[in-house]
Nanobody, 127 residues
Framework: QVQLVESGGGLVQAGGSLRLSCAAS????????MGWFRQAPGKVREFVAA????????YHADSMKDRFTISRDTAKNTVYLPMNSLKPEDTAVYYC????????????????????WGQGTQVTVSS
């Protein structure tokens, strides 16, 4: 089992910044990738960013890639999501995700690709 604990959410004014963190614990030795999704009220859960644990290749949603940049610290089993120039439409619950091992195709934008989900952290951007 793997546990994911997010932190760093909160209330910020439009144009501000936040940095989300997610620490993984438990059976993390075979981690293939980690990432972030978000879900706004009344909307479907959407992909934000992902990073391969070995090699560090990153993937970002086109609509956010200029403002959000995923990174990782393998020694700490932690993934980060600095978010800049935040907009009210970024308001959502942000979920950390982990894929435990490589199993062929890696459709990182699909929710069913990911094996573990965190509890989520609320990000609220006021106008």
């Amino acid at each position: 089992q793997v546990q994911l604990v997010e932190s760093g959410g909160g209330l910020v004014q439009a144009g501000g910044s936040l940095r989300l963190s997610c620490a993984a614990s438990g059976r993390t030795f075979s981690t293939y990738a980690m990432g972030w999704f978000r879900q706004a009220p009344g909307k479907v859960r959407e992909f934000v960013a992902a990073i391969l644990w070995s090699g560090g290749n990153t993937y970002h949603a086109d609509s956010m890639k200029d403002r959000f940049t995923i990174s990782r610290d393998t020694a700490k089993n932690t993934v980060y999501l600095p978010m800049n120039s935040l907009k009210p439409e970024d308001t959502a619950v942000y979920y950390c995700v982990l894929r435990s091992r490589f199993r062929g195709s890696f459709q990182y934008t699909a929710t069913n690709t990911w094996d573990y989900w965190g509890q989520g952290t609320q990000v609220t951007v006021s106008s």
